[in-house]
Protein backbone atom coordinates (compact mmCIF):
# COMPACT_ATOMS: atom_id res chain seq x y z
CA UNK A 1 0.00 0.00 0.00
CA UNK A 2 0.92 3.64 -0.29
CA UNK A 3 1.66 5.18 2.75
CA UNK A 4 -0.36 8.50 3.47
CA UNK A 5 0.54 10.97 6.32
CA UNK A 6 -1.69 12.29 9.05
CA UNK A 7 -1.25 15.88 11.26
CA UNK A 8 -3.10 17.32 13.82
CA UNK A 9 -2.92 15.27 16.71
CA UNK A 10 -2.73 15.91 20.19
CA UNK A 11 -4.17 16.14 23.81
CA UNK A 12 -7.00 17.81 24.98
CA UNK A 13 -9.66 18.38 27.60
CA UNK A 14 -12.65 16.87 27.54
CA UNK A 15 -14.63 19.34 25.16
CA UNK A 16 -12.19 20.44 22.87
CA UNK A 17 -11.27 20.18 19.45
CA UNK A 18 -8.94 19.20 17.25
CA UNK A 19 -8.51 18.96 13.40
CA UNK A 20 -6.96 16.21 11.78
CA UNK A 21 -5.13 16.42 7.86
CA UNK A 22 -4.12 14.22 5.51
CA UNK A 23 -2.72 14.78 2.30
CA UNK A 24 -3.87 12.91 -0.41
CA UNK A 25 -1.76 14.06 -3.43
CA UNK A 26 -0.69 10.79 -4.48
CA UNK A 27 -4.04 9.41 -4.65
CA UNK A 28 -5.00 10.64 -8.05
CA UNK A 29 -8.52 8.30 -8.60
CA UNK A 30 -11.28 10.84 -9.82
CA UNK A 31 -13.89 8.47 -7.73
CA UNK A 32 -12.90 7.27 -4.81
CA UNK A 33 -13.73 6.54 -0.94
CA UNK A 34 -11.98 8.31 1.88
CA UNK A 35 -11.79 7.37 5.59
CA UNK A 36 -10.56 8.04 8.87
CA UNK A 37 -9.86 5.29 11.01
CA UNK A 38 -9.50 4.77 14.97
CA UNK A 39 -8.03 2.39 17.01
CA UNK A 40 -8.30 2.80 21.02
CA UNK A 41 -5.89 0.20 22.68
CA UNK A 42 -7.23 -2.87 23.39
CA UNK A 43 -9.64 -2.09 20.62
CA UNK A 44 -10.19 -3.17 16.77
CA UNK A 45 -9.60 -0.55 14.63
CA UNK A 46 -12.66 0.75 13.06
CA UNK A 47 -13.91 3.50 10.70
CA UNK A 48 -15.65 6.59 12.26
CA UNK A 49 -16.12 8.73 8.71
CA UNK A 50 -16.26 8.18 5.31
CA UNK A 51 -16.64 10.23 2.22
CA UNK A 52 -16.77 9.29 -1.05
CA UNK A 53 -15.84 11.18 -4.50
CA UNK A 54 -19.99 11.63 -5.26
CA UNK A 55 -20.48 13.36 -1.73
CA UNK A 56 -21.70 11.13 0.33
CA UNK A 57 -20.37 11.23 3.90
CA UNK A 58 -21.30 8.79 6.67
CA UNK A 59 -20.53 8.72 10.12
CA UNK A 60 -20.12 5.87 12.89
CA UNK A 61 -23.19 6.61 15.48
CA UNK A 62 -20.42 7.32 18.22
CA UNK A 63 -19.18 10.69 16.43
CA UNK A 64 -22.11 12.00 14.31
CA UNK A 65 -22.51 15.55 15.52
CA UNK A 66 -19.74 15.71 16.54
CA UNK A 67 -17.39 15.01 13.65
CA UNK A 68 -16.73 16.44 10.09
CA UNK A 69 -14.90 15.12 7.26
CA UNK A 70 -13.97 16.85 4.20
CA UNK A 71 -11.66 16.81 1.76
CA UNK A 72 -10.35 19.98 0.12
CA UNK A 73 -9.90 18.93 -3.42
CA UNK A 74 -7.53 21.85 -4.78
CA UNK A 75 -5.10 20.96 -1.91
CA UNK A 76 -6.00 17.52 -1.95
CA UNK A 77 -6.19 17.13 1.71
CA UNK A 78 -8.67 15.08 3.46
CA UNK A 79 -9.80 16.51 7.22
CA UNK A 80 -11.53 15.39 10.35
CA UNK A 81 -12.93 18.45 12.28
CA UNK A 82 -13.66 16.93 15.49
CA UNK A 83 -15.84 18.63 18.53
CA UNK A 84 -16.72 18.22 21.54
CA UNK A 85 -14.43 14.76 22.65
CA UNK A 86 -15.05 13.00 24.50
CA UNK A 87 -12.00 10.10 26.40
CA UNK A 88 -13.75 7.18 24.76
CA UNK A 89 -12.44 9.22 21.80
CA UNK A 90 -9.08 8.45 22.16
CA UNK A 91 -7.33 6.54 19.72
CA UNK A 92 -4.89 6.30 17.01
CA UNK A 93 -6.66 8.26 14.09
CA UNK A 94 -5.58 6.82 10.56
CA UNK A 95 -6.53 8.00 7.00
CA UNK A 96 -7.24 5.96 4.43
CA UNK A 97 -8.12 6.03 0.61
CA UNK A 98 -9.44 3.73 -2.04
CA UNK A 99 -10.84 4.17 -5.83
CA UNK A 100 -14.14 3.36 -5.95
CA UNK A 101 -17.17 3.35 -8.16
CA UNK A 102 -19.34 3.03 -5.47
CA UNK A 103 -19.64 -0.82 -4.76
CA UNK A 104 -19.13 -1.74 -1.94
CA UNK A 105 -20.85 1.40 -0.48
CA UNK A 106 -18.55 3.51 1.20
CA UNK A 107 -19.86 3.44 4.53
CA UNK A 108 -18.15 2.82 7.94
CA UNK A 109 -18.84 -0.78 8.42
CA UNK A 110 -18.62 -2.15 4.61
CA UNK A 111 -14.56 -1.41 3.75
CA UNK A 112 -12.07 -2.65 5.92
CA UNK A 113 -9.22 -1.60 6.57
CA UNK A 114 -6.71 -4.09 4.88
CA UNK A 115 -8.67 -3.03 1.09
CA UNK A 116 -7.54 0.43 1.39
CA UNK A 117 -4.56 0.70 -0.78
CA UNK A 118 -3.67 4.44 0.56
CA UNK A 119 -3.11 3.94 4.37
CA UNK A 120 -1.83 6.24 7.01
CA UNK A 121 0.72 5.48 9.95
CA UNK A 122 -2.04 7.11 12.54
CA UNK A 123 -1.51 10.70 14.68
CA UNK A 124 -2.34 10.23 18.58
CA UNK A 125 -5.56 11.80 20.01
CA UNK A 126 -5.60 12.07 23.39
CA UNK A 127 -8.81 13.14 25.43
CA UNK A 128 -8.53 13.74 28.96
Known amino acids: HVQLVESGGGSVQAGGSLRLSCPTS????????LSWFRQAPGKERESVAN???????VYRDSVKGRFGISRDNAMSTLFLQMDNLKPEDTAMYYCAAVGSSGWPPCTVSTIPWDEYNFRGQGTQVTVS
Open 26 to 33: AFVESRYC
Open 51 to 57: IHSNGTI
